[in-house]
C-alpha cells in the first residue's frame, strides 16, 4: 500500500519537504553567515555568490563593523577629551573629506585630473583611511549613481527610496557590497588598488593602530596633555570617522533635495552652501551633476570649493596634473544667468 502510494506521488513526499527545505535554509543562513565574516576581511570573498542572491535586505553580520563604529563612539564617556584628541580628531576630518572628495570622487570616480602610478596608489591609500571601503567599490556606485541619478535602479536616490535610505540604508544591504569590476574596467587593471579594494580595512586598522599607540606615547612622556591611547582611539579614529561618514553620506541624501538647482539636469540634485562647506565643495551637487568631467564643483568664484583649491596647490608641486577645467558653454547653459 505505501510502495503504491509512493509510486503514485512521486516518492517524495514521504520524507516531509519540509524538513528538507528548512534544512536547504540552515546550511544557506550558515553559508551566508560565514560568508559575511570573511567579508570582513577580503571584500572580493564569494562575490559571485552575493551578487547572485541580489537581495536588499540588511546584511546585518557583514555591516556589524560599520554598526561598531557608531557605538564605539560611546566610548567618549569613559574617556573624557583633550584638546590634543580633538584636534587630532577634527584634523583627520579635514585631510580625510579631501581625500574622499578630492581623490575617491574626483580623481577615482570621474578622472578629473592626472597623476603617476605612484601617486595614484598614494592617494588610494589617503582615500581608504576613511574607511569607505576600496577605491574600486566607491568609483564603481558613484559611476552606477550618476547613470541613473534618481531614476529607477540609482542605488542611493531619496526620491526612489526613503531619505534613510539614501543616506545610509544602501550600503548595508547585501546587493551593494560587491564591487562590479565591469563599472571600474580602467582602475581593475591595477593589481595595487585590486589589493586594497579587497583588503579594505587594512589601511583603517593601520590608522586605528597608529591613534592608540601615538595617544598611549603621549600619555607616557607628556601626561601634561591628558590624554592616553583609547581616548585618541575614540577621537581620532571612531568619533571623526563616524562624523566623516555622515557629512559625506549627505551629499546622497541631503543634496538631492536641499538648495538650489542651477542647471537643467533630469535628476533632483541641488547647490548647497552648507553642504559645500562641510564637505569641502561637495555640495555644488548640482553643478557637478550638470558637467562631472571638471575638477571644479563650484562653477564660480563665490562658490567656495575647498578640494579644488588644494588640488590646484597639489598641481603647483607637480604630483598631479592636467586638471579639467569648467568650459564656457558649460557654464552658459545655466538657469540663473
Ligand atoms: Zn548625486
Ligand atoms: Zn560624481
Not at 563604529?69 to 584634523?91: E, K, R
Request: aromatic share 16%; proline share 4%.
Amino acid at each position: 500500500m505505501v510502495s503504491l502510494l509512493q509510486s503514485a506521488v512521486g516518492g517524495w513526499c514521504l520524507e516531509d519537504p519540509f524538513e528538507e527545505r528548512s534544512d536547504i535554509m540552515k546550511k544557506r543562513k550558515e553559508k551566508d553567515f560565514f560568508l559575511a565574516l570573511a567579508r570582513w576581511f577580503d571584500a572580493w570573498a564569494g562575490d559571485e555568490v552575493v551578487a547572485e542572491a541580489d537581495s536588499y535586505k540588511i546584511d546585518w553580520v557583514r555591516s556589524l563593523p560599520f554598526f561598531a563604529l557608531h557605538l564605539m563612539c560611546f566610548g567618549v564617556i569613559w574617556v573624557g577629551w583633550s584638546w590634543i584628541a580633538v584636534t587630532v580628531a577634527v584634523s583627520l576630518y579635514f585631510v580625510r573629506m579631501f581625500a574622499v572628495t578630492g581623490f575617491y570622487h574626483r580623481y577615482f570616480s570621474h578622472r578629473t585630473f592626472k597623476t603617476s602610478r605612484w601617486g595614484q596608489f598614494a592617494l588610494a591609500i589617503l582615500g581608504n583611511s576613511a574607511v569607505q571601503k576600496g577605491p574600486l567599490w566607491w568609483a564603481a556606485h558613484h559611476r552606477h549613481h550618476h547613470r541613473f541619478s534618481d531614476k529607477e535602479g540609482d542605488v542611493h536616490s531619496p526620491h526612489r527610496n526613503s531619505f534613510f535610505w539614501s543616506h545610509m540604508g544602501w550600503i548595508t544591504c547585501r546587493k551593494n557590497f560587491p564591487t562590479n569590476l565591469k563599472a571600474v574596467p580602467d582602475l581593475e587593471k591595477f593589481p595595487e588598488l585590486c589589493f586594497l579594494d579587497r583588503f579594505d580595512n587594512l589601511v583603517p586598522l593601520i590608522l586605528a593602530v597608529s591613534l592608540f599607540t601615538f595617544g598611549a606615547v603621549l600619555n607616557l612622556f607628556a601626561p601634561g596633555l591628558e590624554t592616553s591611547g583609547m581616548q585618541m582611539l575614540i577621537w581620532g579614529f571612531f568619533i571623526s570617522t563616524t562624523v566623516l561618514f555622515h557629512c559625506t553620506s549627505t551629499i546622497n541624501s541631503l543634496a538631492h533635495k536641499m538648495g538650489r538647482k542651477r542647471f537643467d539636469t533630469s535628476d533632483e540634485s541641488r547647490n548647497s552652501l552648507i553642504l559645500a562647506l562641510i564637505t569641502l565643495g561637495e555640495g555644488w551637487h548640482n553643478n557637478h551633476h550638470h558637467f562631472p568631467a571638471t575638477v571644479r564643483q563650484g562653477f564660480y568664484w563665490w562658490e567656495i570649493d575647498i578640494t579644488y583649491y588644494l588640488l590646484r596647490l597639489l598641481s603647483w608641486t607637480r604630483l598631479i596634473w592636467e586638471l579639467t577645467p569648467v568650459p564656457k558653454r558649460v557654464l552658459q547653459s545655466s538657469r540663473l544667468g
